[in-house]
Antibody
């Protein structure tokens, strides 16, 4: 079955770079029509999509955060890494990674990780 | 950038029907996905492509789409349905979430 798990620092300082890893099993990013996305949620607020990477290395970013984000996939095909530069307190929240079967243009995120909570403070 | 709009909250009595709208310009040209999120948990996919229900999601949760408004309907609402519900669409290969609606079961 498909599982995903996020990992990374629980606390980062303002202006630092945040690096998060999504490790998954039950599928591979070597398989066609598969994608992994990152979504975050500030405490008490709504979901916000950040980035998405596909099996063919196609990458998509939130227009509002594009300049600060980089998404990459591990050569093993079982991990995805998201980096966010120049973090600030507004970037605090729970960060989720999620699986997408990209057979059609509007397929959903059908499996989600448990999330990892990130705080930003000096 | 594209936006979809949801009411902050919807209230319903147990056993009654709750309807949660999601609206946006040109939404009639897009398919809508719905996620349910309970406190302290990850979102769960409940409806995709407007009306499709993943396995394991009860039939009393359904979706519809007419014009520029999509609607998530919960019939025979139970206390366990109390959660935040988010609509989501694809716009130019990017992902857009609505602001979420808290379903309150009175």
């Amino acid at each position: 079955q498909i599982t995903l798990r996020e990992s990374g620092p629980t606390l980062v300082k303002p202006t630092q770079t945040l690096t998060l890893t999504c490790a998954f099993s039950g599928f591979s990013l070597h398989s066609t029509e598969v994608g992994v996305g990152w979504i975050r949620q500030p405490p008490g607020k709504a979901l916000e999509w950040l980035a998405l990477i596909y099996w063919n290395d196609d990458k998509r970013y939130s227009p509002s955060l594009r300049s600060r984000l980089t998404i990459t996939k591990d050569p093993s095909g079982n991990q995805v890494v998201l980096t966010m530069t120049n973090v600030h307190p507004v970037d605090a929240g729970t960060y989720y990674c999620a699986h997408r079967s990209a057979v059609t243009g509007e397929d959903p995120f059908d499996y989600w990780g448990p999330g990892t909570l990130v705080s930003v403070s000096s | 950038s594209y936006e979809v709009t949801q009411p902050p909250s919807v209230s319903v009595s147990p056993g009654q029907t709750a309807s949660i709208p999601c609206s946006g310009d040109d939404l009639e040209d897009k398919s809508v996905t719905w996620y349910q999120q309970k406190p302290g948990q990850s979102p769960v996919l409940v409806i995709y492509k407007d009306v499709k229900r993943p396995s394991g999601i009860p039939e009393r949760i359904s979706g519809s789409h007419s014009g520029n408004t999509a609607t998530l309907t919960v019939t025979g609402t139970q206390a366990t349905d109390e959660a935040d519900y988010y609509c989501q669409v694809w716009d130019l290969s990017t992902v857009v979430f609505g602001g979420g609606t808290k379903l309150i079961v009175l």
